[in-house]
Nanobody
Framework: VQLQASGGGLVQAGGSLRLSCAGS????????MGWFRQAPGKEREFVAA????????RYADSVKGRFTISRDNAKNTVYLQMNSLKPEDTAVYYC?????????????????WGQGTLVTVSS
């Protein structure tokens, strides 16, 4: 299983970006997916997660109302639409595959991770 994250870049505060995470393998639709981020000098933190169907989603309080996670199982891809970006959103963003079909909040509940994509928000 491989996960390839893309879409990061430099954006001004208040702007938007959409991250994508393309997965390999035939079991993509059987697993929940999540996005985490890690800022310099900080621990990796949960951002958003979706169940295998996309019908259930969860968000960190810090991004609720600004970020939207979605998935297209026909394309083996999960997305993170990020709006109203703030400088504190600056981090490397990682997508990950959950062990099962639900949504998960903890890093140990994910078994495969993408390589990360850098998001930089300037003030």
């Amino acid at each position: 299983v491989q996960l390839q994250a893309s879409g990061g870049g430099l954006v001004q505060a208040g702007g938007s970006l959409r991250l994508s995470c393309a997965g390999s393998g035939r079991t993509f639709s059987s697993h929940g997916m999540g996005w985490f981020r890690q800022a310099p000098g900080k621990e990796r933190e949960f951002v958003a997660a979706t169940s295998r169907s996309g019908g259930s989603t969860r968000y960190a309080d810090s991004v609720k109302g600004r970020f939207t996670i979605s998935r297209d199982n026909a394309k083996n891809t999960v997305y993170l639409q990020m709006n109203s970006l703030k400088p504190e959103d600056t981090a490397v963003y990682y997508c990950a595959r959950g062990y099962g079909g639900s949504y998960y909040f903890r890093t140990y509940e994910y078994d495969y991770w993408g390589q990360g994509t850098l998001v930089t928000v300037s003030s």
